[in-house]
């Protein structure tokens, strides 16, 4: 026991480090960024990887396009990912097997609060859970995926700052124009700022008088793709949520009505609460679109389209995976 409880400590440990590398606190005290110059800080460890990829990708294939590149590498990055989205599912699949025999267990011990049968519950359920290879560990593989989105995330946060030509390593070279939206540029009051700055005006390629017509087709372009990443960002939580019920369903589906367990309150608590989260989330998104670059915007939009198409896919290969479950566990 102790030795698992030390894998799974050192396993989060990796993860926050793997955080802390990806350069999320490299900003000057003025708010630009210039750690992506040159290797300032231990922080930028997976930027530079990040920002390279980017860049290769900026003077090949996506032909200088800013808005191709943002495409192209979450396609990358997301596909990188699959494995470890691949490792999650296969925790959910034993986890909706062992569902049935859990079931039986807490319900054995129902209504039973002495400390002697909630002992005897819980070595039950750890040798279910040892039985079908259910951990903690499973829990955090998601986490996994993390430092690769947030190391993604900085670098678009600074790109932007780097399109002066006169640095060692800059993005001046890419067309920031993507379907009538800069996606260098944010909106609103923001906008106003990089105007007001002539440093900026200059390495964006602006002027002061086109203000007003970048400012309209910049504030409606970012409201647009704000909006269609919080309603693929729900379809796609939902989806998820279709697809786990009807997992749960076909797991009991030989078992008569009256003898299948029912929802607690603790678990219709639990769902209230997730379901707040998946909103919240949702809203959190299309408010840090609206306070960002559009390119933030159009990362997110791909990646939940990409998520989307990866859930459909994998619901169709999840059968076979189940049915090698069902005989290795058999």
Same mark, same amino acid.
């Given at each position: 026991?102790?030795?698992?409880?030390?894998?799974?400590?050192?396993?989060?440990?990796?993860?926050?480090?793997?955080?802390?590398?990806?350069?999320?606190?490299?900003?000057?005290?003025?708010?630009?960024?210039?750690?992506?110059?040159?290797?300032?800080?231990?922080?930028?460890?997976?930027?530079?990887?990040?920002?390279?990829?980017?860049?290769?990708?900026?003077?090949?294939?996506?032909?200088?396009?800013?808005?191709?590149?943002?495409?192209?590498?979450?396609? /990358?990055?997301?596909?990188?990912?699959?494995?470890?989205?691949?490792? #999650?599912?296969?925790? &959910? !699949? %034993?986890? =909706?097997?062992?569902?049935?025999?859990?079931?039986?267990?807490?319900?054995?011990?129902?209504?039973?609060?002495?400390?002697?049968?909630?002992?005897?519950?819980?070595?039950?359920?750890?040798?279910?859970?040892?039985?079908?290879?259910?951990?903690?560990?499973?829990?955090?593989?998601?986490?996994?995926?993390?430092?690769?989105? /947030?190391?993604?995330?900085?670098?678009?946060?600074?790109?932007?700052? #780097?399109?002066?030509? &006169? !640095? %060692?390593? =800059?993005?001046?070279?890419?067309?920031?124009?993507?379907?009538?939206?800069?996606?260098?540029?944010?909106?609103?009051?923001?906008?106003?700022?990089?105007?007001?700055?002539?440093?900026?005006?200059?390495?964006?390629?602006?002027?002061?008088?086109?203000?007003?017509?970048?400012?309209?087709?910049?504030?409606?372009?970012?409201?647009?793709?704000?909006?269609?990443?919080?309603?693929?960002?729900?379809?796609?939580?939902?989806?998820?949520?279709?697809?786990?019920?009807?997992?749960?369903?076909?797991?009991?589906?030989?078992?008569?009505?009256?003898?299948?367990?029912?929802?607690?309150?603790?678990?219709?608590?639990?769902?209230?609460?997730?379901?707040?989260?998946?909103?919240?989330?949702?809203?959190?998104?299309?408010?840090?679109?609206?306070?960002?670059?559009?390119?933030?915007?159009?990362?997110?939009?791909?990646?939940?389209?990409?998520?989307?198409?990866?859930?459909?896919?994998?619901?169709?290969?999840?059968?076979?995976?189940?049915?090698?479950?069902?005989?290795?566990?058999?």
């Amino acid at each position: 026991m102790k030795r698992e409880q030390s894998k799974y400590l050192i396993m989060a440990f990796v993860i926050c480090v793997a955080c802390l590398l990806t350069g999320c606190s490299g900003a000057n005290k003025d708010g630009t960024y210039s750690a992506i110059q040159g290797f300032t800080n231990v922080y930028d460890i997976l930027v530079w990887p990040m920002a390279g990829l980017m860049w290769l990708i900026g003077k090949t294939v996506a032909f200088g396009n800013y808005g191709v590149v943002i495409i192209i590498s979450t396609l /990358i990055v997301r596909t990188c990912a699959w494995p470890i989205y691949a490792k #999650t599912n296969d925790m &959910s !699949l %034993k986890m =909706n097997l062992m569902a049935p025999e859990q079931a039986k267990i807490q319900a054995r011990y129902e209504g039973k609060t002495d400390q002697e049968s909630q002992q005897r519950m819980q070595m039950e359920m750890m040798n279910l859970y040892k039985k079908y290879g259910v951990g903690i560990g499973g829990c955090l593989m998601p986490f996994i995926q993390f430092p690769l989105f /947030i190391a993604f995330y900085t670098t678009l946060q600074r790109i932007p700052y #780097t399109l002066s030509s &006169s !640095l %060692k390593f =800059n993005f001046s070279f890419l067309n920031g124009t993507f379907l009538g939206v800069n996606l260098f540029l944010p909106r609103g009051e923001a906008l106003e700022k990089v105007y007001e700055n002539a440093e900026l005006l200059a390495q964006y390629g602006l002027s002061s008088s086109s203000y007003e017509a970048v400012s309209k087709a910049q504030n409606i372009g970012i409201i647009v793709i704000a909006v269609i990443v919080g309603l693929t960002q729900i379809a796609m939580q939902l989806y998820a949520q279709h697809q786990q019920n009807k997992a749960k369903d076909s797991q009991f589906a030989d078992v008569p009505e009256y003898r299948r367990p029912q929802q607690t309150d603790q678990a219709k608590q639990t769902q209230m609460t997730m379901n707040i989260m998946m909103y919240g989330m949702s809203i959190m998104m299309v408010f840090m679109v609206l306070q960002n670059t559009a390119a933030l915007g159009l990362y997110w939009v791909v990646g939940n389209i990409y998520s989307f198409l990866q859930q459909i896919i994998n619901k169709k290969l999840s059968k076979k995976r189940l049915e090698k479950l069902k005989a290795k566990l058999s």
